[in-house]
């Protein structure tokens, strides 16, 4: 009964690679995210989704798409992956009709190593 | 712009000591803020928030923060350190209008025995 879940957790790949990365969350939120946390543990927002309509794109590069099938869904498609693309990629989610400040559920992680 | 400064990127205390964890923020609005909790390997849980119904605010393992408007301050305390507490710690002040998690820079903690 998970609530945010990612897939998968762990991800080894050569560079130029596509890979996806994908989240799912069961708690019937309307909002979803991606961020990325570095080498260093910093947390850095991506995207995220309200109703499958797109909210922040922050700057990532383009070779990054967020795609939301359906509200419960955020994927994460990475084009071209590079040496630099090795994080962890946590997906969220919240309900918003309250507004934007309420909590954010993390899913477990994947963690992307680019060889 | 609104952020959140962590003080001390690594914070050792001894078991049954007092944990005090700093976060510092700058908001030109009355702010939301979170502390977070990260266990190695693991994602995020939510620790506590303040969302200005009351200045003290109770968390989850014993843990509470105090929002200080005057010292711009939510430190996160707990009065007796367990050895499960060891563990990264991110203090975050979310935007209001688009759900935007800024986070700080994280403190871990470590609980010597």
């Known amino acids: 009964d998970t609530a945010v879940s990612q897939t998968p957790k762990y991800l080894v790949t050569q560079m130029g690679n596509d890979k996806s990365i994908k989240c799912e969350q069961n708690?019937?939120?309307?909002?979803m995210y991606w961020y990325k946390q570095d080498s260093k543990k910093f947390l850095k927002i991506m995207f995220s989704?309200?109703?499958?309509?797109?909210?922040i794109n922050e700057t990532v590069p383009n070779r990054f798409s967020p795609k939301s099938p359906d509200k419960a869904h955020l994927n994460l498609h990475i084009n071209s992956l590079e040496l630099g693309d090795s994080a962890v990629y946590f997906c969220?989610?919240?309900?918003?009709?309250?507004?934007?400040?309420?909590?954010?559920?993390f899913g477990p992680g994947t963690r992307l190593l680019v060889l | 712009a609104q952020s959140v400064t962590q003080l001390g990127s690594h914070v050792s205390v001894s078991e049954g000591a007092l944990v005090l964890l700093r976060c510092n923020y700058s908001?030109?609005?009355?702010?939301?803020l979170f502390w977070y909790v990260q266990y190695p390997n693991q994602g995020l849980q939510l620790l506590l928030k303040?969302?200005?119904?009351?200045?003290l605010v109770k968390g989850i393992n014993g843990f509470e923060a105090e929002f200080k408007k005057s010292e711009t301050s939510f430190h996160l305390t707990k009065p007796s350190a367990h050895m499960s507490d060891a563990a990264e710690y991110f203090c975050?002040?979310?935007?209001?209008?688009?759900?935007?998690?800024?986070f700080g820079q994280g403190t871990t903690l470590q609980v010597k025995p």
């Open positions: 975050a002040v979310i935007l209001s209008n688009t759900g935007k998690l800024i």
């Open positions: 908001s030109s609005v009355p702010p939301y």
């Open positions: 989704y309200n109703n499958k309509e797109l909210i």
């Open positions: 969220a989610s919240s309900q918003t009709s309250g507004g934007y400040q309420e909590t954010q559920y």
């Open positions: 303040y969302t200005s119904a009351a200045t």
């Open positions: 708690l019937g939120h309307d909002t």
